[in-house]
């Protein structure tokens, strides 16, 4: 009793001899810099961790988007079977232009979306399936979908503008098999498809792919003070997200990546992935793969399919080698985690493509 | 009567008062809460980064906002690269407020470097550096080489320039009126060349808001009224004093000149401050051999001076020579270690003004002197050789 009162009286002694030292003890806040280095700081520290939420208490931002779930999640659409017994898949995508994203910590950009992501949905399907898209445009100016693929004039979204509050249908037969883009095709097409209007587009082969762990990658930058050059990069949005969240996958386990480049203004991208190589395959089209390399250069709307597995447990970084994007948030963290430990829960965990 | 009068004082108060009261109003319903008649376009952010310090594995920015609404600062970026920073004391700025940016970074010395700040909108603003240079660090030393400095390029070249006097003295009339033009030529030259510097300084550093050509032209304006008017009483009381109107106007010639030392020390401390070295030894031969021709404009009324000789003389000489020759020294050492674009800009736009208010006295001086006649050859000439000389002696900074 005397013993913990005389601690009491000891400690608010040192609160009243030393007050600043100690709240200022208590308000440092660190910073780790990029080359290792720690500083302290009685401020805030401007490159905080991404936090998606639509809290209005703690953001400007109308629309929520976790790369996290986009990274593994596949839309394939609300199935039926068609009286010849071609699989229907069918899917509803809206149009907006007036939706806030945190495109980067703490930097809130109108961003024009598909059913209010960007990238907008991962749009998936087999071989043969008849896709069937209901296009609402919600937004202020006129908008389309426009694949990539082998569809009728008619379904190419170029010239059937879709204006404010209209709506159409495309429809067409899955194919051929690969990953594809899809984006917006008004004019200026450039900024229709920069702010936010694109997304992927997968068909699978009919007989399958080997069963992985499979996720997407949308190589993509905003222009957030339309001087039509891009303040940040990504996959997957967010610069430096997948850096400071680490993509959790296992060793000795199939990972399959369909990437694709959305990024404008600069000619070229690229993928270089850190202790391994990996076997690619340009547009998915064909089930052999055309490289095994560490490196692969992507232009505008190029594509492909990534696979590999990893032997070593450990950290790997994987990032744009065209540095510049690297340094403005195109970077990220495999962090592969030793199998044999944990079968069940990556079992689990792990949901397989199609 | 009585309150006749007193009405009339009354209806003159309320003259005076309606009216303003009415603007009131007007601003009132304009800007008031809730008020949206003037609620059009869109209110554009701006920040202005006032000064960058490179220090150790450091690069630190005071950041000011300087546009209409507040702002957040979240993201700092070296040469277009994202780099993780903090900020001091938080990223809200208020209008006008500034913060410190803390971007942790090796940079190297004397090279390029592009700051870029971006704010919550994701517009970004950028400030240039030509070359990296550690930041001054307050010392002892400092402090004396600054003095030195100063004393090398204000106090000695005044010194030695008034080392004239004897022969400003001797010469005729028609000569002297020469000196005297070809000095207030001189200082026109400097008043430009101040003007010229303080909108540099305003144009590159500070920012629009602060309307830089409209703050320098009214800091000109107040400090060529301010010194006129204590110039004239000066001279008024030299009259009934010892101090004699030649001892008067050199003292005023001094303070401007003065004023204007301060400026240069500003822009040697501010180039020694960002490392560029072989600059400032341009700035310190240039300025050095400009400022002997100061000397000669100080020396020119002193030698008219009557009753003044032999050790009274030199005294009031070397005083005139520290008014007008010290404020270089506190130029270097304000320019070195707490260099602020605004004062800078205040500072060579007061000295602007104490400049012409002295072209002005020297000028009423030579007519009053030269039988109230101005286009005499000598005056023409010496004017036209003052501003010649400054030129031809400006080309070496």
């Given amino acids: 009793m005397i013993a913990s009162i005389s601690v009491i009286l000891a400690m608010s002694a040192l609160y009243i001899t030393f007050p600043e030292s100690i709240s200022a003890q208590q308000e440092d ?30 953001t400007e931002a109308t629309i929520e988007f976790d790369p996290m779930e986009y990274l593994r999640e596949f ?27 945190e495109v980067s910590p703490g930097i809130f950009f109108n961003v024009w979306t598909f059913n209010g992501q960007v990238p907008g949905p991962t749009i998936r399907a087999t071989e043969g399936d008849i896709v069937r898209i209901n296009f609402i445009n919600n937004g202020s100016k006129p908008h389309t979908m426009h694949f990539h693929g082998i569809h009728p004039a008619e379904m190419d979204g170029v010239f059937e503008i879709v204006g404010q509050g209209g709506k159409f249908t495309y429809e067409f037969e899955a194919g051929p098999v690969g990953v594809h883009p899809y984006h917006c095709h008004v004019m200026p097409l450039e900024e229709h498809i920069v702010r936010g209007l694109y997304g992927v587009y997968i068909v699978d082969p009919k007989e399958g792919r080997p069963a992985a762990d499979e996720m997407v990658m949308v190589l993509n930058g905003f222009d957030t003070d339309f001087d039509t050059e891009n303040n940040s990069y990504a996959a997957n949005s967010i610069p430096f997200y997948y850096q400071n969240n680490p993509i959790q996958i296992n060793t000795d386990e199939l990972i399959r990546i369909y990437v694709l480049n959305m990024v404008e203004f600069d000619p070229i991208n690229n ?25 692969i250069t ?29 340094e403005k948030g195109w970077v990220g963290i495999f962090q592969v985690n030793d199998n044999s430990q944990q079968d069940e829960k990556s079992a689990e965990k792990v949901e397989y493509g199609s | 009567m009585e309150v006749s009068r007193k009405q009339s004082k009354g209806k003159l108060i309320a003259s005076g008062i309606i009216p303003f009261a009415f ?14 008649v003037l609620d059009l376009g869109v ?12 220090v150790d594995s450091e690069i630190q920015v005071t950041v000011r906002n300087t546009g209409p609404i507040p702002v957040e600062v979240v993201m700092a970026d070296i040469n277009d690269r994202i780099q993780p920073a903090a900020i001091e004391p938080d990223r809200f700025l208020e209008r006008y407020e500034t913060a410190l940016v803390r971007i942790p970074f090796e940079w190297n010395v004397a090279e390029p470097y592009r700051i870029g700040l971006t704010i919550e909108d994701g517009t970004r603003f950028e400030k240039e550096i030509e070359a990296a240079a550690p930041a001054l660090e307050p010392s002892l030393e400092l402090v004396g080489f600054f003095a030195l400095i100063g004393t090398y390029v204000g106090i000695i070249p005044v010194m030695i320039g008034l080392l004239w006097l004897p022969f400003i003295k001797r010469i005729s009339k028609q000569k002297y009126h020469f000196f005297l033009a070809l000095t207030a030529g001189l200082l026109f030259f400097l008043a430009i060349d101040s003007i010229e510097e303080a909108l540099d300084v305003s144009e590159e550093n500070l920012a629009g808001s602060f309307n830089g050509v409209l703050l320098v032209a009214t800091v000109i304006v107040l400090s060529f009224l301010g010194l006129y008017y204590s110039g004239e009483k000066l001279i008024k009381r030299a009259a009934s004093s010892r101090l004699s109107k030649p001892v008067a106007i050199a003292l005023m010639i001094s303070i401007g000149i003065g004023l204007h030392n301060f400026g240069e020390g ?13 600059f400032s030894t341009f700035l310190i031969v240039g300025f050095a051999l400009h400022n002997t021709t100061e000397g000669i404009a100080i020396a020119a009324p002193m030698s008219r001076g009557k009753g003044l000789v032999g050790k009274a003389m030199i005294g009031k000489l070397a005083a005139l020579g520290l008014i007008a020759g010290s404020p270089a020294i506190f130029g270097a050492w304000v320019g070195g270690f707490v260099y602020s674009p605004f004062t800078s800009v205040i500072f ?50």
């Fill in chain 1, 29 to 58: 806040n660190v910073i780790h810099t990029h080359t290792g280095g720690i500083i302290t700081t009685t401020g805030e520290i401007i490159d905080p961790v991404y936090t998606a939420t639509t809290d209005p208490e703690y």
């Fill in chain 1, 75 to 101: 839309d394939y659409g609300e199935v039926s079977t068609l009286p010849d017994g071609t699989t229907l898949r069918e899917f509803t995508i809206i149009a907006e232009d007036d939706q806030i994203m």
């Fill in chain 1, 271 to 295: 993928l270089h992935l850190h202790g391994n190589l990996y076997y690619y395959y340009p547009t998915g089209t064909s089930l052999v793969p055309s490289f095994y390399t560490d490196m």
């Fill in chain 1, 298 to 326: 992507l232009s505008q709307t190029e594509r492909g399919i990534m696979e590999f597995q990893y032997e070593f447990p450990g950290k790997y970084l994987f990032h744009a080698h065209k540095v510049e994007f690297s």
């Fill in chain 2, 23 to 36: 603007l009131v109003l007007l601003i009132a319903y304009i800007f008031g809460p809730g008020s949206d």
């Fill in chain 2, 43 to 54: 209110p554009l952010p701006e920040i202005t980064m006032e000064k960058v310090d490179f």
């Fill in chain 2, 266 to 278: 500003l822009a040697i401390g501010a180039a020694v401050g960002l490392g560029s070295i072989a």
């Fill in chain 2, 348 to 397: 060579l736009a007061i000295g602007a003004g104490a400049i012409f208010q002295v072209i002005v006295v020297i000028l009423r001086w030579i007519r009053e002197e030269g039988d109230k006649n101005f286009s005499s050859g000598a005056v023409a000439s010496g004017f036209a050789a003052g501003m010649l000389v400054m030129y031809l002696t400006s080309i070496l900074v």
